[in-house]
């Protein structure tokens, strides 16, 4: 089943913990992409990848950090946690082709920072 | 910087009614496309219009682009109550970003 899945879906942790939320697929997408939503914001991308060891700053990335060593992963890094980062994440991926194409959506992680 | 504006912020209307809605975009883009979520949940693609196209069907959708305007509209006819959800467009060139979404509620 093509799926894009996230891990964990949700976490609870302290100030200045650092953390990693996985992010994988099976659809052999070359862009990656993370987004964090919180109420009256909308979804707000963090980064970016267009491929494998490529990846770039969306319109949030203060305070995270992305790699992207393989295709099918693209784990979004919390080095030092604060509660501003209390937030629903997500991960999507999709094909490009003539620009970023039908994006396929994790199932979120919610994440609460103390 | 949001490729996608969207207009109204709420909508409410009753089943059955057709429902519209609007997404202003700020820069050139390769394509338009228009997503829906749950509370809490994943987005779900519905369509997507590429720059070269003016108007796209699927469904109960109708879906329009207007580039010299940088604006899209999303129209779903003979609303059901399972509509009910966020709706968000996205513009993509080379990358994808959002706005902050219609809440569409169809009340029974």
């Known amino acids: 089943e093509a799926q894009v899945t996230q891990n964990p879906r949700y976490l609870i942790t302290v100030t200045g913990k650092k953390l990693t939320v996985t992010c994988s697929q099976n659809m052999n997408h070359e862009y990656m992409s993370w987004y964090r939503q919180d109420p009256g914001l909308g979804l707000r991308q963090i980064y970016y990848s267009m491929n494998v060891e490529v990846t770039d700053k969306g319109d949030v990335p203060e305070g995270y950090k992305v790699s992207r060593k393989e295709k099918r992963n693209f784990p979004l890094i919390l080095e030092s946690p604060s509660p501003n980062q209390t937030s629903l994440y997500f991960c999507?991926?999709?094909?490009?082709?003539?620009?970023?194409?039908?994006?396929?959506f994790g199932p979120g992680t919610r994440l609460t920072v103390l | 910087s949001q490729q996608g504006e969207e207009d109204p912020q709420a909508l409410s209307i009753q089943e059955g009614e057709n429902a519209t809605m609007n997404c202003s975009y700020k820069?050139?883009?390769?394509?338009l496309q228009w997503y829906r979520q749950n509370s809490g949940r994943g987005l779900v693609h519905l369509i997507l219009?590429?720059?070269?196209?003016r108007e796209k069907h699927s469904g109960r959708l109708r879906v329009t682009l207007d580039t010299s305007k940088k604006s899209s509209s999303l129209l779903i006819t003979a609303s059901r109550a399972a509509d009910t959800a966020s709706y968000f467009c996205g513009g993509s060139n080379y990358k994808l970003t959002f706005g902050k979404g219609t809440l569409l509620t169809v009340n029974p």
């Open positions: 820069t050139s883009i390769n394509n």
């Open positions: 999507a991926s999709s094909i490009q082709d003539r620009g970023v194409n039908e994006q396929f």
């Open positions: 219009i590429r720059s070269n196209e």
